[in-house]
Structure formats: C-alpha cells, structure tokens
C-alpha cells in the first residue's frame, strides 16, 4: 500500500486509511471497472430498440457512479455505533417510502415499486434491504447483550415484527425478488444468533412452503418456475438466448461489444448482463467475475470471524448475504441453474436505484470490516 | 496491531471451535475477556462457526456456477440434463396445400395464433373477460367469463387470430392469458372444389375428402399434393352445372371431366355444395332436402337410364351374337311377369330397327330385345368388367356401393339393357364411357394426378373394332339422335348418350316430375380425350325447353358449353366434320341391309 497516509496521521482519513479492508476496496473498484465496460457494451442496443439516445445507459451509469462512490466512502467512515444510526434512519425513511408507493407509485410491468423524487425515480426497497440487514443484526445481537448483562431485551421478538412489516409491504407491491433476499438475510442472521437447529429446519421447511405457496398464488412465479422446470413448456426464450451467449462466448469471448445476445435479450444491461460478459468476454472473464464476488464476500466474512462485537458479525453476515446472494441469483438465472429472476448483478448491471443502494449497503459493510482496536469502541 | 495479524484464515476459525476456545485462541488481547464471557462468550462462538458455514455454503455454490460456466464455454452446454440446444420448442408443421394439376392452390395453411387461458392464474376473472369480450364482438362476456372461472388449467378462448388482433390481445396484458402457435387451413377456391378436397377441422384434422383421405401425408407437410384437378375445367363445369340447375329449378346437379386415356377426373362437380372454410355454417339440410356436404358424383349411386345403353349395345356387338346390321323390334312393349317395358311417347319405331336406330332414339324395347340375344351372365359379367358391380376405389373416404341384382335374373336383364335396376356412381359410369370410347381399356379414376406418362396398363374391356363402332353411333346421337339439339358443338366432333331415369322414391318409380336428367359427352369422337358428364336432378321443364325435362334439352346444353370452352383452352384442334376424312371415320348406316331378329 501507499504512503499517502502517514500512519502516524490521526485524521479521519487516515485512520480510515490504516483500518479499512483495502483489498476489498481493490476488489469492489476491479468489480465497478468490469461493469462500466459491460454496461457500455451491452447498453447501447437496448437504448437503440426503446428509442433512446445510444449512450443513455452508459452516460446515467457513469453519472450514478460519482454519488455511489461518495455515498459507500461516506458510510465507510461510520462507526458501528453511527453505521447502525444510520440504518435505524433510513430503515425508517425508506420503510415509509416504500409503503408509499403502494399508494402513490408508478406501476412498471404489473409492480408498484418507484416512487418520483423530483426527477428522479427511486426505488425505496432498495434501500430498504441494506438497513433491514442492520436493524435486525442489532436487535439480535442486542438480545443476548442484555442477557449478558443480566438484562431483558425482546429483540427476537422485535426482529420477527421488523420481519414481518418488511414482508408485509414487498408482498404487497408485489415484489418477490426483494422478498426473497429479504428473507434470505433475516434467515442467515437468525441462524448466525443461534437458531437451534431444530427451527433451522422447521424455518427451511418454511421457506420451501413458501416458495411453493407463491408458485400457486403468483401467475407469473408458477410460469417462470414450470419454464424452469421444463424448457419445453413454455417461453424460454430469455433462459435459452443467454445460453447461447455462454456457449457463443467460449473460452475468450468475442470481444468487447462484438457480442450478439444483447441484440435480442430486452434486459441484456440489467438482468442478463452475465450472459453479455460470457459472450464478449468468455469464461476466463466470468470465472474472473465468480472469484472476485466470492473473493469479497469470503474476505467480508473473514474479516469479523475474529470480532468480538455480535452485533457486528451479525451484520456483516446479513449484508455480505445480500451481496453475494443478488449476484448467485443473477448468475444462477443467466446459467439456467435457477428459475429466471430479475436481479441486477452487483456493481455490474445498469440500474440508479440500485446502485446507489449498494454504495449504502457495502459502504456499511466496509465500516463495520475495519479494524477496531480495543476500547476505541463506542456503543 | 498490524494489518497482518487481523487477517484470520477459516482454518483458524474452525479449530477455535474445536479448541478449547480460550481468549487467547481468538488473538485478541486478554483485557477482552473481561465482557465477553459465559453465554455471551458461546453465542459468538456459535455466529462464528456458523458463519462459516454459510461462508462455505455460498463458496459451494459460486463452485457449482464456476462449473456451470466451464461446462457451457468449453464443453457447449453438452453435460447438462437440460439441453436447451435440441429444444427449440419443435416449430409446427405446417400442413401441407393441396394443388391442382397446373399447380394452382385449392387449399393451403397459414400460421396463426390462439388464445389460451390457464384460469387458474387469471387473478380477476371478471374484469379479463370484460377486456376481451371488448376486443371479440362476437363473443359475450358471459362466454369469456364462463371459460375463465374454470377448473381447468387449460382452456381455449379463441381460435386463430389475426396479429391484430393477437397484438391488441397483447397490449391488454391480461396475466394467465397466453397465444399458442396454430394453423388455419384456407381454401382460396371456396366453394368451387368443396366435395373433392372436403375440409380439415379447426385443428387442421382432414374430416372430408381428400383432406381426410390424404391427413397423415397432408400432416407431415413435406410436400403439396397435386391433384388431377385443373381447376379452369372445375370452374367451367360448376358455371354450367350451376346454371342449369338454376334455369331447370333443380334440386341439384353434378358434373364430371376425365380424361379418357388416365382416368384422370379434371372436374367433379356436386351442387348444392357448401363452403369449406366455414363447413358448419349451414343448417341441416331437411329431409328431402340435398345435403350440400354429400358427393353426388362419388357417393350418389343412381340408375343412370339410357346412358347404359352404350355399355349394352357395346355388350351386344362384342358378343358376336349382335351385329349392326341386325333389327329389332321396338314396337311392341314386352310384358315379362307384372312389369311392361315400353318407350316414351313419341319415341316409338314403327316396326323393326337396326341396332344404330335403337341407339340413336335411344328404344328401351329394342335394347331390351338386344340383350336378349347375349343373356343374363354375359351382361353380369360384362358390367363386372367395367367396374360397375363393386365399389370402386377412389382417393376421397366418400365412396358409394352400387346397388345391383341380386340375383341377376331375366326381367334384371331388360331392364339394365336400358339403365334400370341397377345403380352406379357417376364416376364409375364416366370411367366405363372412357372405356368404350377409347379403344377398350378401362382404366381406373382417380383424383391424384398421375406421374408423368404413367399411365396404368388397364384392363380390355372392348374390342377395338367395337370401340370404333361405338364412337361412331355415339356421334349420330348428337348429330341425328336424342342430343342433336344441344349437343353438338361445331368442331369438337362430340358425340355422347343422354339418360333420363325416371327416380326411385319410397321404393317405387315416380311419376313425371322426379328425373334423374344426364348427358355424356366425349370430344373429340375421331381420338377421345375428354368425357363430360352433366346430370341435373329432378329439373323442371320450362317454355324454353318446351317442357322437356330430359337429358338431351337440360344436360346436353351444359356439357356443350363446358366442350366449347374447355376445347380451345386445351389446345384440341377444331376440325371441319364435312371432311372426307371425318366423315369416313364417323360415318354409319342407320339403314342398313340386314336380319331381322324376331322377339321369342
């Protein structure tokens, strides 16, 4: 590493600097590289065929980047203690906006999901999902604290209700990916406090239930899923394009934007931004990809295994999940592994929302992965 | 505390489970026991061990995708169970079209879509069926409704679209509603062709005609199939079929165009006919009432009247025991049991006549004294030989049986000397024309149009020399005999025989009014090419046929018109009959020097 900081300057900065996982930074800028160059190769058909301008993508990607980089260096300067202010916070704000577009919020393709602020659309949910991460990792980890303490705390039970309203209110727009990770981080929180093994199964039993249950009460989950199931069923033609793209790809791809697949997949920025990597890039660039996700999320895990504070695992156990998660399920999705879902993957795919949300959710996670030296904690 | 050092490996963190978990073991400093102990201390230990489980679990999976994408880009997607590549949903097959002989399409498929519903994912079932029923006139909301509250997965809501309509149907974006590739069949020729080429049902299944007949060859949709249909002829024949039956207030007609030398069937015409594109349209006919899906001319079954008199004068003079110069009496009726056989008013001949007279005015009794000298098994074995005892084979599912004597007895003789007592179809009828027409052999029809210059051996009926006669005597009856008025056509050397069978109803004869009025005719008679038949079904005379009601003033006239336009179109040369030539081939002797056969 570099001497801009002297590890004598006491600054913020530079305590920042000296504590700070400067691997993972490493490893999040190479990630934001790869996805500016795809969303620059991919985008730009997709721009064309819903007429707008060629660069639209490209140009509001790069233009998002400048606040997200802001807002996940911002964060990552937090405490634990000012990380989990800020969750509570936007927990709050967002749960609020996000109910809100139940009410006021424009439907995209069947969902409610966006509300406008001034010019722009955001998607409350989005955010959402990061400081839910941290809200239910303090009310666990707070449980036993006071137990520690000879205290009473209800936070399992306050975590349930958390759980609970967040479903509530994504069922309701209805969005069955943000419920899903939702569920997915509660779950790997619950589990990381102590679940007895016994709920763990019952819970996954649940989650089966679940699933199934939305198979026969949403349409379109039940199509998606026979589509899965059986490609001879029904409109594969996403799930068999991206295929193709893999296969057309080889080993070293065809090159940056020589790629065909994104001509005619309607998501080739977004959802299926994977399969425009394994066509242009080829499989050294997506088993790149694979290993630099695994790569941040091992690392993030590694980085608390040894941390003292529940809290803190909890939490970054809960928002490296998300992380890791969004980009299985996009890659799953893209490889035929999973049922088709749209899910942008992280850093890589063209999306405002979501961008942004990811420089809050990573920007926690980096906070909460710095090293802490004993007593410079503040509760 | 240096960066290294808080870098922990996941070996570490699993032997600190298995270890005895002292503070030391998790390499922070001993002033750290002091909060973390008891429960608190196992709780962490617990999140710990348990993060690398799902640490493990999400690196287990990033494996899997790892493998997955080795697999697509190297291997091609080979070691995967579901193989996307051999499954590009199976693209219909488009039923094969139907052409005629020239080439021209009289029925062909086009792809469409139609409109599915799986009613169980149809969230608000009321208001799917308000917006379709909005874009679908003709189709109620109830109906809509009704199909959209099923049980079922699976329902359809609406046949073949058009992609206007598909699009609209789209842009309503009903969930649970979904288009599945179709094919409509189409018949570019309407009604024109119905009864041959039948119809294929909504789901493209022949039920008719050749669309039945030829389903499975139709269905693999390789090639078209050609038929012997030229379907110019089939519009001349249908004009004139049409017409006569409009000017005569027919019940119906028929007509048929084979070529004499193949057997080809150029024409078949059945009226009233329907339209193939919409097969149900139509209520039930009454009873009494032509059935417009029935094919008169391959599974009606009709005594065709005197028509049959070529087959028993060809019978007669084959025989040897008939020679042209014989005479015979047809004057006197001849009463055999109950029944007396006896000619039309106005058509008697004083005395006796020679066998061409009897053919020419067309006399039950003398054709009746004819095949007296030739006997019951010679004319069953005769009209055996040309086809008219069996059912015939033929290339549409529609084909009728004959009806015939049983057992072939005397009084069944006379009266299928002159085309009573015994029931053909038209086609087989035609067939056994071409037969004595064209130098003897009988070949069997069909609506397939043969492969170039294969023509069936076919089997001698005939000799050749009787051939010659009969073409001769069917010519004097368009010159001089029952067809001379309309049956002619100048330069086309048509000659022919007309048939006006009095029809059986409830068993018995019918009085006047209820005939069976034929014509066919065969161009040109020096070297036939072309038999045209026409029959009209129960005509009404009217003041431009003086009230007559036969063959030879409501069916002749059509064929003639069908002769003189088919004549040109298909490069027959007209000639000029008052040549030497001609007339030597044409010529016969109605008087000529000879026996006089008494009756026994």
Redesign the interface.
């Known amino acids: 590493m570099s001497t801009v900081f002297a590890r004598t300057d006491h600054s913020v900065v530079g305590r920042w600097w000296?504590t700070v996982d400067r691997w993972t930074l490493v490893a999040l800028a190479v990630l934001i590289g790869v996805g500016a160059l795809l969303v620059t190769a991919a985008s730009p058909s997709v721009a064309e065929r819903i007429h707008l301008p060629t660069f639209y993508f490209v140009i509001h990607q790069a233009v998002m980047l400048v606040p997200t980089l802001i807002l996940m260096l911002g964060v990552s300067l937090l405490s634990p203690r000012g990380v989990r202010r800020l969750a509570f916070g936007s927990f709050i704000v967002f749960y609020f906006l996000t109910a809100l577009t139940l009410v006021f919020g424009n439907e995209i393709k069947?969902a409610t999901r966006w509300v406008s602020v001034g010019p722009l659309s955001v998607q409350p949910s989005e955010f959402l999902k990061p400081a839910f991460a941290v809200v239910s990792a303090w009310l666990f980890a707070r449980q036993?604290?006071a137990?520690?303490a000879g205290q009473f705390f209800p936070g399992y039970l306050l975590a349930v209700a958390v759980f609970g309203a967040v479903l509530m209110v994504l069922m309701a727009q209805p969005d069955f990916g943000m419920t899903f990770v939702c569920t997915a981080i509660w779950f790997?929180e619950f589990?990381?406090?102590?679940l007895p093994m016994v709920f763990v199964l019952a819970l996954a039993v649940m989650a089966i239930g679940g699933l199934v249950g939305a198979y026969?009460i949403f349409?379109?989950i039940?199509?998606r899923i026979d589509r899965f199931l059986d490609?001879?069923a029904?409109d594969?033609y996403q799930?068999?394009r991206s295929?193709?793209a893999?296969?057309h790809?080889?080993?070293t791809g065809t090159g940056p934007g020589q790629g065909t697949v994104k001509l005619s997949l309607p998501d080739a920025h977004a959802d299926f931004i994977f399969a425009v990597a394994?066509e242009e890039l080829?499989?050294a660039a997506?088993?790149f990809i694979?290993t630099l996700?695994?790569f941040i999320?091992?690392r993030g895990?590694?980085?608390?295994?040894?941390d003292?504070d529940?809290f803190v695992?909890?939490a970054v156990?809960g928002l490296f999940?998300q992380f890791?998660l969004q980009a299985?399920v996009h890659?799953?999705s893209s490889?035929?592994?999973l049922p088709a879902k749209g899910m942008t993957l992280p850093f890589i795919s063209y999306g405002g929302s979501s961008m942004l949300a990811l420089g809050l959710g990573t920007g926690m996670a980096l906070a909460l992965t710095r090293?802490r030296?004993?007593g410079s904690e503040s509760r | 505390?240096t960066?290294a050092g808080?870098?922990?490996?996941?070996e570490?963190?699993i032997g600190s489970h298995f270890g005895p978990a002292l503070p030391e073991s998790?390499?922070?400093?001993s002033?750290?026991t002091v909060?973390?102990?008891?429960?608190?201390r196992q709780?962490?230990e617990?999140?710990?061990t348990?993060?690398?489980v799902?640490?493990a679990l999400?690196?287990l999976?990033?494996l899997?995708?790892?493998g997955?994408?080795?697999d697509?880009?190297?291997l091609?997607?080979a070691g995967?169970n579901?193989q996307?590549?051999v499954?590009?949903?199976a693209a219909r097959v488009v039923r094969a079209d139907i052409l005629d002989r020239n080439g021209h399409v009289l029925a062909t498929s086009i792809a469409t879509a139609s409109l599915f519903a799986?009613p169980?994912?149809?969230?608000d079932a009321p208001d799917a069926a308000r917006q379709l029923a909005t874009l679908f006139p003709d189709v109620t909301y109830g109906e809509f409704l009704q199909k959209l509250q099923g049980k079922n997965r699976f329902v359809w809501l609406r046949r073949h679209l058009t992609p206007r309509q598909q699009y609209d149907v789209n842009q309503l974006?009903i969930?649970?509603v979904?288009f599945e590739p179709d094919e409509r069949r189409l018949y570019p020729q309407g009604s024109e062709v119905a009864q041959v080429i039948g119809y294929a049902d909504i789901d493209s299944q022949g039920i008719a005609g050749i669309e039945q007949s030829f389903d499975d060859y139709l269905a693999k949709g390789t090639d078209p199939l050609r038929l012997s249909i030229d379907i110019r002829l089939q519009h001349m024949l249908h004009r004139e079929v049409a017409a006569q039956v409009e000017e005569f207030h027919a019940m119906g007609g028929g007509g048929l165009i084979m070529d004499t030398h193949t057997g080809e069937i150029l024409a078949m015409v059945s009226l009233p006919d329907f339209d193939p594109e919409q097969p149900g349209a139509e209520p039930k006919p009454a009873p009494g009432e032509p059935d417009p899906h029935f094919n008169r001319m391959t599974l009606g079954v009709y005594e065709m009247g005197s028509i049959f008199k070529v087959f028993n004068t060809a019978l007669a003079l084959d025989s040897g025991k008939v020679k042209l110069t014989d005479y015979f009496d047809a004057w006197h009726p001849i009463k055999i049991g109950r029944f007396t056989i006896h000619d039309f008013k106005g058509d008697e001949l004083p005395g006796y006549s020679s066998v061409a007279k009897i053919f020419e005015i067309s006399s039950n009794i003398g054709s009746a004294q004819m095949v007296k000298q030739v006997g019951p098994e010679a004319q069953e074995q005769f009209m055996d030989k040309l086809g008219l005892t069996k059912k015939m084979s033929l290339e549409v599912p529609e084909v009728g049986t004959p009806g015939i004597p049983r057992p072939w007895r005397p009084i069944n003789m006379l009266t299928i000397a002159f085309g009573h007592g015994i029931s053909v179809t038209p086609v087989q009828l035609v067939s056994a024309i071409c037969a004595v027409a064209n130098g003897g052999i009988l070949r069997p029809a069909t609506l397939i149009q043969r492969p170039d210059g294969a023509v069936p051996q076919g089997v001698r009926v005939i000799s050749e020399e009787t051939s010659d006669t009969m073409r001769r005597l069917m010519r004097l009856v368009v010159t001089g005999g029952t067809a001379k008025q309309f049956g002619n056509v100048p330069g086309y050397l048509v000659g022919g025989k007309t048939g006006t069978a009095e029809k059986i109803m409830l068993g018995s004869y019918a009085k006047r009014h209820a005939n069976l009025s034929s014509f066919v005719g065969v161009f040109p008679m020096t070297d036939p090419r072309y038999a045209v038949f026409v029959t009209i079904d129960e005509p009404h005379g009217n003041k431009k046929s003086a009230g007559f009601e036969t063959g030879g003033w409501v069916a002749a006239p059509a064929v003639a018109r069908v002769i003189s336009s088919m004549g040109p179109l298909l490069g027959v040369p007209a000639v000029d009959p008052d040549s030497p030539v001609i007339q030597a081939k044409m010529e016969i002797d109605v008087n000529p020097v000879g026996r006089h056969i008494a009756p026994n």
């Not at chain 1, 589990?191 to 102590?194: E, K, R, S, Y």
């Not at chain 1, 895990?301 to 040894?306: H, I, Q, S, Y």
């Not at chain 2, 169980?120 to 969230?123: A, F, L, N, P, T």
């Open positions: 000296w069947g036993h604290a137990r520690a790997a589990f990381l406090a102590g026969f349409p379109h039940a199509s490609p001879a029904g594969t799930v068999d295929l193709e893999f296969i790809g080889g080993l394994g080829g499989l997506t088993l694979v996700f695994g999320v091992l895990f590694a980085r608390v295994l040894k003292t529940v695992v909890l156990g999940t890791g299985l890659m799953g490889l035929h592994l090293t030296f004993p | 505390m960066q808080n870098f922990v490996p996941l570490g963190a998790v390499g922070h400093p002033s750290m909060t973390v102990e008891g429960a608190a709780t962490l617990q999140a710990r348990r993060l690398v799902v640490g999400f690196g999976a990033l899997v995708v790892a997955r994408l080795v697509l880009a190297i091609g997607g995967s579901n996307v590549r499954a590009p949903a799986d169980q994912k149809i969230i974006g969930p649970g979904a």
